[in-house]
């Protein structure tokens, strides 16, 4: 089932259009976007979680809308959704709170109940599931918005920088759950980053966004093949990156 964005038009109210016109599918398997500030990363990801719906065009996800009605809650339980910001629930433990994302997507008290243990322990936080989610770190505050999006298993994952804030060892637990969730399932995974070291070892497909366009889709080694090749293997991404991009508008 692959998301769709058709002619999406999005503004922030009384803002110029983040998006115009904006078309999209999404390849399966494993994909970066990559982006400068402001691209609109995290806008595409919104819409892509229906979070926000497009003013014009549509956003789709196998037959479901993401603007229907009712459509929504189908499409909603299809998509698990990190933003970059995760608010603690206040009063909730770390475990009632994954628990409580998997029942607001539909699963009952016990299937959410049992299968939050087994997405806190995916992201390794099983050591802090009776403490209260606000004393939770920021890093690791992050691992549980990444086990609240793993506890009702969806079918596509939408994670805005998911690494952020995480510490060496824990981006390493990232880069192995995100090989986890990629090999033998049918699960696809979008990571909105900033961090590109390591990126043809985790990601098949590469998406770049500039000011709201798409100025590079296609497959990882396609992407690193652009560098000139004089170019050092530390230094390719970067390269590429910046011959694609124009930064800050
Ligand atoms: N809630 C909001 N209200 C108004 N404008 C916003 C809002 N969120 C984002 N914007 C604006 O929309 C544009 C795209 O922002 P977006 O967060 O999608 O970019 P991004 O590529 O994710 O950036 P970053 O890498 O800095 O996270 C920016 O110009 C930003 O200022």
Known sequence: MSLHYRSCTFAYRRREPVLREFDLRLPPGCT?????????????????????????????LGGLDSARRADRRSY??????????IAPVPGLTVREQAAYAGWTKGLNKREAWDRSATALDR???????TRRSHHLSGGQLRRLGIAQCLVHEA????????????????????RDLIGELTAGTSTDVVV???????????YRTVLVIDRGQVVFQGGTDDFLALAPTATTPER???????????GEG
Request: proline share 6%; net charge negative; charged share 20%.
């Open 192 to 202: 909105s980053t900033h961090q590109t070291e390591d990126l043809a070892d985790i």
């Open 155 to 174: 079918e596509i994952l939408l994670l805005d920088e998911p690494t952020a804030g995480l510490d060496p060892v824990q981006r390493g637990i990232f």
């Open 76 to 85: 909603r339980q299809r998509v698990g959704w990190l933003p970059q910001h």
């Open 236 to 246: 390719r991404t970067e390269t590429v990156y910046r011959s694609l991009v124009q």
């Open 32 to 60: 970066v976007l990559l982006g400068p500030n402001g691209a609109g990363k995290s806008t595409v990801l919104s819409l892509g979680a229906s979070a926000r719906t497009p003013d014009a065009g549509r956003v789709s």
């Open 123 to 129: 992201v390794r936080l099983s050591d802090l599931a």
